[in-house]
């Protein structure tokens, strides 16, 4: 029986950041990805957590995304359009970078954007939606992938799973945020059911020849649907659009083009729209924070979840228990520290 | 045999108008709402065309809507928000006289929103995504509607059918549109499910109870689902957020306690965010316009269509050959005409 090992979220952080930094990233890339991996694993977010560290150093090794990347942030000027190039580093660095501004120009225009070109990006974008909604704001976040997802209608993959993801700040409490892929499910679930033996739900996938499967590897050699239909096919058509050609970044068919590969991360850009609503609410009568938590009684109320409470059930109990890591999982860790880059193939 | 009769879109345009000054509106309300019916009818997209008058005139009587109702554009200051009060009136003349504001803002800084409040609307969004998109911008459009979904998993109406809409302008053709409800069907497909004495699909609806029901009668006295299960859900309470909280309006349950039915046309505000592709891609390699195409042709060249293509072929048609209406069609407009107000009830 494996046994379990216990760690506070800080002390996953370190660990993780060490990895990083042995795998020869520079101090804002080596922070930014420990950020973001330690919070998935304390949101008992699996697929985001300490599972992703091998697919970065892979991108590292394979020299798709540049470990010692300093973004930049463009030349401030007064417009509602923030720009930081992440010149080819990861996303996370350049979020970062780039949020201060972000925050002041929305608190003083009401809504604005920041833009993320050239970056590398394997993360979940619920990270970035919760910066956002902390400084009080409402966020709208997008990014495309590459080309594994047919329109509908369609029979080749075209577009990506381009995750689409919202933020609004609630005080004293956990924000409402929802983060998820415009695909029907994920290329991962779609693997487990391959390694399960089990057939995919219907609707899910089309094989090669652009006909519906159920069967895994079809699927894997095929093209996966959008979710909800012709709607969820035209907002991953509308995150092509806005993320990647409005930014003058890659569109999906085009990373998967530049990388070869879906085993590496995107290299691409991201949108991120934030919107004050102190701003837009304001000389109307009632309070939106307070009205807001209205309709989320209403919700809760009925027996309905909100969209990631189960996440943050998660990380209550981290912050209150600690993060369990299987002893494999701190073996790989031990493993991926004293190896470096010579871990990974 | 009913025979039937072809006019010009300016001649149907002038008839609604007409009608329209008969039942007591202003110029700027009869004028605006013309247009988007004409344009409807036009579109053959019916269920937005000549049908909808009934409906305004039935507001106008019931006292939801001012039709003497005189938009005003709010102190224009420096930020990305441009505000207009419709002061009563249908949300058609309150966009008309925001919109040059709003491009102009967009222009300067390369991502502006126009909030609309205090208005009544009924008619589709994507004539406001066009005129948009008319001017070289791409538009994202959302508003409420009234309490008639249930959020995933719970069990009774609370968002609206809440429409969500984006354009993106194309140069010397028709502009790519989306524009659906949150909801996984519109409530007057059930209405004609219920007429035609056939059941639902599976998964549009429950019952009063709260159960799943395929049932028109028993889904039009309980509550319709969200497009896409628990990612649709999340969009449409985004919509309430956003376009009814966040813009200090009414959210779909308070439009629903406002008015006391759905058959009057729903009474709150709306959201529309406008971006600029120059300003965007300003500095990256690649116009966006064209790379746009690029992405248009992957889509419609394995055999997929892009959203709004048949209402597209049919306003080409229209342009060409005039829009048909039914005998019974032309004498209801006269009807109208003739009797007023007096001709609902």
């Known amino acids: 029986m494996t046994g379990h090992v216990t760690l506070t979220h800080k002390e996953l952080y370190q660990?993780?950041?060490?990895?990083?930094?042995?795998?020869?990233?520079?101090?804002?890339?080596?922070?930014?990805?420990?950020?973001?991996?330690?919070?998935?694993?304390r949101d008992a977010c699996k697929s985001h957590g300490i599972y992703r560290i091998e697919g970065a150093m892979r991108t590292v090794k394979a020299g798709k995304v540049k470990p010692d990347a300093i973004p930049e942030l463009l030349a401030a000027d007064e417009t509602a359009i923030v720009k930081v190039n992440a010149r080819g580093g990861f996303a996370n660095a350049a979020f970062e970078l780039g949020l201060p501004e972000l925050v002041a120009r929305t608190?003083?225009?009401?809504?604005?954007?920041?833009?993320?070109?050239?970056?590398?990006?394997?993360?979940?974008?619920?990270?970035?939606?919760?910066?956002?909604?902390?400084?009080?704001?409402?966020a709208l976040v997008m990014c495309p992938s590459y080309a594994t997802v047919a329109p509908a209608g369609g029979s080749r993959p075209?577009?990506?799973?381009?995750?689409?993801?919202f933020g609004w700040p609630r005080q004293n409490?956990?924000?409402?945020?929802?983060?998820?892929?415009?695909?029907?499910?994920?290329?991962?679930?779609?693997?487990l059911h391959r390694r399960a033996?089990?057939?995919l739900?219907?609707?899910?996938?089309?094989?090669?020849?652009?006909?519906?499967?159920?069967?895994?590897?079809?699927?894997?050699?095929?093209?996966?649907l959008t979710f909800g239909g012709h709607k969820g096919s035209a907002i991953g058509t509308m995150i092509e659009l806005l993320a990647?050609?409005?930014?003058?970044?890659?569109?999906?068919?085009?990373?998967?083009?530049?990388?070869?590969t879906t085993t590496l991360a995107p290299f691409h850009g991201e949108l991120i729209i934030a919107m004050s609503p102190q701003a837009f609410a304001a000389g109307r009568p009632g309070d939106p924070f307070s009205r807001a938590e209205v309709l989320f009684d209403a919700i809760v109320g009925q027996g309905a979840r909100l969209p990631s409470q189960r996440r943050f059930a998660a990380r209550a109990r981290a912050d209150a228990e600690g993060i369990l890591l299987a002893d494999a999982?701190?073996?790989?860790?031990?493993?991926?520290?004293?190896l470096g880059l010579d871990a990974v193939v």
Chains 1, 2 share one sequence.
């Open 15 to 41: 660990r993780v950041e060490a990895i990083f930094r042995k795998a020869g990233l520079n101090d804002p890339q080596s922070r930014a990805l420990a950020k973001v991996i330690a919070a998935g694993e």
């Open 107 to 138: 608190r003083r225009l009401g809504l604005a954007a920041l833009v993320i070109n050239d970056c590398s990006h394997f993360s979940a974008l619920w990270p970035e939606v919760e910066a956002v909604t902390g400084e009080g704001l409402a």
């Open 158 to 165: 075209l577009l990506g799973t381009n995750p689409f993801a």
């Open 173 to 191: 409490q956990f924000p409402y945020v929802f983060d998820f892929a415009t695909s029907v499910a994920a290329r991962g679930e779609i693997e």
């Open 197 to 199: 033996g089990k057939p």
């Open 201 to 224: 739900p219907e609707g899910w996938a089309l094989d090669a020849s652009g006909k519906p499967t159920t069967e895994p590897e079809a699927a894997l050699a095929g093209a996966m």
């Open 244 to 260: 990647g050609i409005m930014i003058g970044d890659l569109t999906s068919p085009e990373v998967l083009d530049y990388l070869g």
């Open 329 to 338: 999982e701190i073996e790989q860790l031990d493993r991926l520290l004293s």
